[in-house]
Nanobody, 113 residues
Framework: VQLQASGGGLVQAGGSLRLSCAVS????????MGWYRQAPGKQRELVAS???????NYADSVRGRFAISRDNAKNTAYLQMNSLKPEDTALYFC????????WGKGTLVTVSS
């Protein structure tokens, strides 16, 4: 199973970015897809997750600004990030099926002030 994340980059504060995570390979079921991030010197934290048949979950720091979605036909998850702040700067990781599931390589998001 491979997770290919894309869409990171450099953006000014107040701007937007859209991250994508494409899942390939043989996987029995995708119950949850999520985005985590890790800023320099900080622990990895959950940003947003989308659970099959249940709904979405967001960190308090991004609720109202970020939106996670999923295209089941394409096995792809998206993270629309609006009103970005410098504190959103981090390496963003895509995840399938939780901490013991599958991880993609990070994509760097840098928000300048």
């Amino acid at each position: 199973v491979q997770l290919q994340a894309s869409g990171g980059g450099l953006v000014q504060a107040g701007g937007s970015l859209r991250l994508s995570c494409a899942v390939s390979g043989s996987i029995f079921a995708i119950n949850v897809m999520g985005w985590y991030r890790q800023a320099p010197g900080k622990q990895r934290e959950l940003v947003a997750s989308i659970h099959s048949g249940i709904g979405t979950n967001y960190a308090d720091s991004v609720r109202g600004r970020f939106a996670i979605s999923r295209d089941n036909a394409k096995n792809t998850a998206y993270l629309q990030m609006n009103s970005l702040k410098p504190e959103d700067t981090a390496l963003y990781f895509c995840n399938v099926n939780g901490l013991r599931g599958y991880w993609g390589k990070g994509t760097l998001v840098t928000v300048s002030s």
